[in-house]
Antibody
Framework: QVRLQESGPGLVKPSQTLSLTCTVS??????????WNWIRQLPGKGLEWIGY???????YYNPSLQSRMTISLDTSDHQFSLRVTSVTAADTAIYYC???????????WGQGALVTVSS | DIQMTQSPSTLPASVGDRVTITCRAS??????LAWYQQKPGKAPRLLVD???SLQSGVPSRFSGSGSGTEFTLTISSLQPDDFATYYC????????FGQGTKLEIK
């Protein structure tokens, strides 16, 4: 059973960089066919897909967010990460990491990490 | 961008009711449509993908239908554990979610 766990600071100052890590257990992060995703949920709002990285290292981002987002993969530590630059209060959200299998929905999720952007 | 629109936004219902949630896509997504259930403080849970495929462990009272631009999630006999918020999501072109339907106790 795959498990995902987000980690990172819960408070970030405006204009700084938000960094989150997702640690994967129970399966290889190098498994072919999977995409490793970041999704966020604004307070009291719906879900917004941020982007994903393949086991090969290829990345794809939500076009509306792409300019400030970077997803990277560390197979040796079984982790993938998200960096968001120049954050504002509008980036305050619960950030989830999630796994998508082949031709499926997001079938495994982390528990979520609340990140607040405030001075 | 493919926009996903759910209706209704809020659905009051009682235990035992049959309920249906609708999701419309701004353009065809074929069958690349998933449904999720989310409870307060929890991550979403995948219920259905490929429009009609029920995930392992999901009760059979849940069912998905549709293709193209119009989809439905039906709960045949509402149970107390089903009161939650439900989201549809397309994965035809990138990924976008509907705004959610809150299923609440009448």
């Amino acid at each position: 059973q795959v498990r995902l766990q987000e980690s990172g600071p819960g408070l970030v100052k405006p204009s700084q960089t938000l960094s989150l890590t997702c640690t994967v257990s129970g399966d290889s992060i190098s498994s072919g066919g999977y995409s490793w995703n970041w999704i966020r949920q604004l307070p009291g709002k719906g879900l917004e897909w941020i982007g994903y990285i393949y086991y090969s290292g290829g990345t794809y981002y939500n076009p509306s967010l792409q300019s400030r987002m970077t997803i990277s993969l560390d197979t040796s530590d079984h982790q993938f990460s998200l960096r968001v630059t120049s954050v504002t209060a509008a980036d305050t959200a619960i950030y989830y990491c999630a796994l998508r299998g082949i031709n499926s929905g997001f079938d495994h999720w982390g528990q979520g990490a609340l990140v607040t952007v405030s001075s | 961008d493919i926009q996903m629109t759910q209706s209704p936004s809020t659905l009051p219902a009682s235990v035992g009711d049959r309920v249906t949630i609708t999701c419309r896509a701004s353009q065809s997504v074929s069958v690349w449509l998933a449904w999720y259930q989310q409870k307060p403080g929890k991550a979403p849970r995948l219920l259905v993908d490929k429009a009609t495929s029920l995930q392992s462990g999901v009760p059979s009272r849940f069912s998905g239908s549709g293709s193209g631009t119009e989809f439905t999630l039906t709960i045949s006999s509402l149970q107390p554990d089903d009161f939650a918020t439900y989201y549809c999501q397309q994965y035809h072109t990138y990924y976008t979610f509907g705004q959610g339907t809150k299923l609440e106790i009448k």
